[in-house]
């Protein structure tokens, strides 16, 4: 098991930056890829962004291609979410999920991951 905790939440206005973070603990060696989901209020749990932990190779949804940057560094077991150019429709409640065993659904799905942080709080409004 994974231990994931997210940080980097906040109020901020549209068209400005966060970063969240994303801290993983526990059996880190067998992470395969993390992913950020969001989740608006009423609204069902949408993929944000994913990558995988050995190549680095991420996958974007359409609505923050462009605007939203994912990385890792591995030393540190630890993913990020740049957010640039932030829109009030990205105001979510932020997820973080670790991939730590071969499942059969895709890193764009929930069902792919087997570890989920608490989550963290972004609201972009003016």
């Known amino acids: 098991q994974v231990q994931l905790v997210e940080s980097g939440g906040g109020l901020v206005q549209p068209g400005d930056s966060l970063r969240l973070s994303c801290a993983a603990s526990?059996?880190?060696?067998?992470?395969?890829?993390m992913g950020w989901f969001r989740q608006a209020p009423g609204k069902e749990r949408e993929f944000v962004a994913s990558?995988?932990?050995?190549?680095?190779?991420?996958i974007y949804a359409d609505s923050v291609k462009g605007r939203f940057t994912i990385s890792r560094d591995t030393a540190k077991n630890t993913v990020y979410l740049q957010m640039n150019h932030l829109k009030p429709e990205d105001t979510a409640v932020y997820y973080c999920?670790?991939?730590?065993?071969?499942?059969?659904?895709?890193?764009?799905?929930?069902?792919?991951?087997?570890?989920w942080g608490q989550g963290t709080q972004v609201t972009v409004s003016s």
């Open positions: 990558i995988t932990w050995s190549g680095g190779f991420s």
């Open positions: 526990g059996r880190t060696f067998s992470t395969l890829a």
């Open positions: 999920a670790a991939r730590t065993r071969t499942v059969e659904p895709p890193l764009t799905r929930a069902g792919g991951y087997d570890s």
